[in-house]
């Protein structure tokens, strides 16, 4: 595809968009229509929504656009499954300048259709608007199949904290990234495009999860919400938090402690749950921690047993932002 944007037109584009779209059974009514009709078999719908914004989410000279679609989407379908649903179905509306390639918003559309694909949802619809800086907004859907939503606020003294997916390899990626390097690829591909594990989420709550949430600014920052959200102190046990030696290596070579992007790094979209003590977990689980009656009167995540006095994770309005 040669030209711009501006030369597709805002038809043109939404034509070559839609163009490359695959479908799954739920969708009853796709792209093309005043909206779209997605089959709801559970009868309650989980909805979620999340931007991603050029240089402050992503930049053109690090990621690809397929990148950008990939995580894009990841970053939605993952909180679709933290509330133990399964995706069904995601809308993209899109910001771009009329001098952008138009590749660039058909290569992203690629990687949002195969990224929904990994987790079983289709895109079925969206907008297209014409603004200076590219904004990627992705709504997604999902279905709980009959299971009761896993919400942020069941965690109960007791409880065991566990977590399943990578945790600090998107930071140390950050980290790599900004000091200019593009090595080690491992931790590099992590930032570009993050793997949430989808199916943990349902499983979780078919495993009985008393609450979960998906690991977007840090696992600190994100248990803290569930840790509000309950009334209990979660403490964090850091001999049980593995740091990769490759991540060890990274950090000392930047003069970082690796244990720092496990603990307050995010968008890896690992999943973290609590369950109540006698539960089975399958071994892709690792208990971290435990969930205690709180200690204060504001309900705080300590990391062996003391307060976590620095920044939990990622805020858009924080002093690293
Ligand atoms: N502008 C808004 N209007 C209404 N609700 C909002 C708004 N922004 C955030 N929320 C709600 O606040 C809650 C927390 O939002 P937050 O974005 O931190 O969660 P998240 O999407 O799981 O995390 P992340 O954005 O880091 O991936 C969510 O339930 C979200 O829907
Ligand atoms: C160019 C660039 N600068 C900084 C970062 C780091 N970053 C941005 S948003 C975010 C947390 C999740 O965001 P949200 O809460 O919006 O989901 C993090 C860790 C990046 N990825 N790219
Ligand atoms: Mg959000
Ligand atoms: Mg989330
Ligand atoms: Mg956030």
Redesign the pocket.
Known sequence: MKGTVGELGEFGLIRELTSRLTSTPAVKIGPGDDAAVVAAPDRRVVA????LLENRHFRRDWSTAYDVGRKSAA??L??VA?MGAVPTAVLVALVVPADLPATWPLELMDGIRDECQVAGAAVVGGDVVRGDTITVAITALGDLRSRAAVTRSGARPGNLVAVTGWLGWSAAGFAVLSRGFRSPRAFVEAHRRPEPPYHAGPAAAELGATAM??V??GLVA?LG?IAAASGADIDLRSADIDVPAQMSDIGQAVGVDPLHWVLTG?ED?AIVATFPRDVKLPARWRIIGEVRTPAGRIPQVTVDGAPWDKAG??DHFGDDA
């Not at 979620?48 to 931007?51: G, R, V």
């Open positions: 979620t929504t999340d931007i970053q939605n993952a909180d933290a949430t998906d977007s600014d994100d919400h995010g979209h994770g990622w």
